[in-house]
């Protein structure tokens, strides 16, 4: 069963505009959450993640996400979106009880227009 | 420090061939795992290592091999390769292993399978 979910595969922005993508989990426990982005033909860089206490965290280049329990959601935000922000984003779990597995969602590819 | 680095970077395969896919990490990192990353389902688990001599199974870990003889290395093994095999394949490491720690991601290997 697919335990993150990414529902946007593709979003385009316009350079300048803030963006969201979203992320859910469906874990009762709250598991670690992470973000990570992929430019094309490179692996994987994690953009932040969380453990826990606050729920608004911060990351590198910009971008923020915030875990609502609530909602099982852990949505990437960014005020403003720069073309070198084109790339594909995965968020990821760690499993709740055993944070040796690691679960990405589908991932969601960005494209910024001029 | 070199990260994690992944031999060969493109690979073809004929069906029933093996091969060894190689990771290497330099950080002294405890925890080193395999992915595949196919379209459309994201990096999905396939087999990973809390230290040397110890290895456990992920999410899809039919038709692969793993060992860790030492801390540095961790090889993926395809016995008998098949068509569903093609993939992109990232190796990954992290300090600490159960930590949820930030993974670091090898550059990756194109596998084809005809």
């Known amino acids: 069963a697919q335990s993150v979910t990414q529902p946007d595969i593709h979003i385009t922005v316009s350079e300048g505009a803030s963006l969201e993508l979203r992320c859910n989990y469906s874990?009762?426990?709250?598991?670690?959450l992470f973000w990570y982005v992929q430019s094309p033909g490179q692996g994987l860089q994690l953009l932040l993640k969380?453990?826990?206490?606050?729920?608004l965290v911060q990351g590198i280049k910009g971008f923020e996400a915030e875990f609502k329990r609530s909602q099982s959601s852990f949505n990437l935000r960014k005020p403003s979106v720069h073309w070198s922000d084109a790339a594909e984003y995965f968020c990821?779990?760690?499993?709740?009880?055993?944070?040796?597995?690691?679960?990405f969602g589908s991932g969601t590819k960005l494209n910024v227009k001029p | 420090n070199a990260g994690v680095t992944q031999t060969p970077k493109f690979q073809v395969l004929k069906t029933g061939q093996s091969m060894t896919l190689q990771c290497a990490q330099d950080?002294?990192?405890?925890?080193m795992s395999w992915y595949r990353q196919d379209p459309g389902m994201g990096l999905r688990l396939i087999h990973y290592?809390?230290?040397?001599?110890?290895?456990d199974q992920g999410e899809v870990p039919n038709g692969y091999n793993v060992s860790r003889s030492t801390t540095e290395d961790f090889p993926l093994r395809l016995l008998s390769a098949a068509p569903s095999q093609t993939s992109v394949y990232f190796c990954?490491?992290?300090?600490?292993?159960?930590?949820?720690?930030?993974?670091?991601f090898g550059p990756g290997t194109r596998l084809t399978v005809t």
């Open positions: 990954a490491s992290s300090y600490l292993a159960g930590q949820g720690d930030e993974q670091y």
């Open positions: 290592s809390v230290g040397a001599g110890i290895t």
């Open positions: 969380y453990f826990s206490g606050d729920t």
């Open positions: 950080m002294n990192h405890e925890y």
């Open positions: 874990y009762g426990a709250t598991p670690y």
């Open positions: 990821a779990v760690g499993k709740p009880y055993n944070f040796n597995k690691f679960y």
